[in-house]
């Protein structure tokens, strides 16, 4: 099977068919998913899809571009939150410096409260980047020295030395439809250089299409597409590749629980 290890099930774009899109993730293979939270108040619609659906685990937080409107946010918020049974992670959260939405210091102390949260609960941390590598390295390094912290840098775009000082601390890498783009010719080479123990693959539907659905709405069935360019760029097998990424979300994510009869993987080319 195949996990989609970050999606947005909640968002408009899925009102009224996501009865559908989790149909075709299962037909695709995709076992479990992880649909992730962005602004506290719509996190109870995340929460809801996670407890309604067998495989699918949700995570709390507020992402860069809200940090701003949740000025007033501390660790404790998060921690109480995490505490439900199918909270598996904290985030996403993080720094973005490309769109800036709200400024680089309401971001730099949103980030700071998940990764005390993160810390507090032992639960790893979901991280978005963007025009952000120094300082990302920075913080995540600096909480890592102070105490043991684990978690992702989803949909990585950033350049080789933010994924090898991610790694240093033992975070893991995920790659999104984005190393499928002609363009991402950078991208590939550091997914051909991740350690295959630290890899994970993603939607971030539904936004970053892969190829060969560029231009339609993302969905977790497409992560298909992904693991096998994802397979291709290191030389080895699809269900290597698979059996690798799958491994490694239930190690980073350990509050999940694995499916008892995982879906059948669907080839490749589907």
């Known amino acids: 099977m195949l996990v989609d290890s970050h999606c947005h099930l909640d968002f408009d774009v899925f009102d009224g068919r996501l009865g559908d899109v989790l149909a075709r993730a299962r037909a695709a293979g995709i076992g479990t998913m992880l649909t992730i939270g962005t602004k506290l108040k719509e996190f109870p619609g995340v929460r809801a899809i996670a407890e309604g659906h067998p495989g699918i685990f949700c995570s709390v937080g507020v992402h860069p571009h809200e940090a701003g409107a949740h000025d007033g946010l501390s660790a404790a918020d998060l921690v109480a939150l995490a505490t439900h049974p199918r909270v598996v992670g904290l985030g996403e959260t993080g720094l973005d410096y490309h769109y800036q939405h709200s400024s680089p210091d309401a ?39 102070r105490e043991p912290l684990t978690g992702v840098i989803h949909c990585f775009t950033g350049g080789a030395e933010l994924a090898r ?20 010719d950078d991208l590939r080479e550091t997914a051909r250089q991740v350690p295959l123990d630290r890899l994970l693959v993603e939607t ?38 698979a059996d690798a990424t799958t491994s490694n979300f239930f190690a980073l994510f350990g509050k999940a629980e694995r499916p008892a009869e995982a879906p059948v993987l669907a080839a490749a080319s589907s």
């Open 204 to 241: 971030d539907a539904p936004y970053l299409a892969p190829v060969p659905n560029r231009g339609k709405p993302n969905e977790p069935a497409f992560v298909v597409h992904t693991a096998a360019r994802l397979a291709e760029i290191r030389g080895i097998t699809f269900p290597e590749l």
């Open 165 to 184: 000082r991610c790694i240093d601390i033992g975070f893991y890498i995920s790659f999104s439809g984005i190393v499928t783009f002609k363009s991402a």
């Open 107 to 145: 971001q730099r102390a949103c980030f700071g409260e998940h990764l005390v949260a993160a810390q507090a609960t032992g639960l790893p941390v979901i991280v978005h980047s963007r025009n952000a590598d120094t300082d990302t390295a920075e913080m995540l390094e600096a909480a890592a020295a």
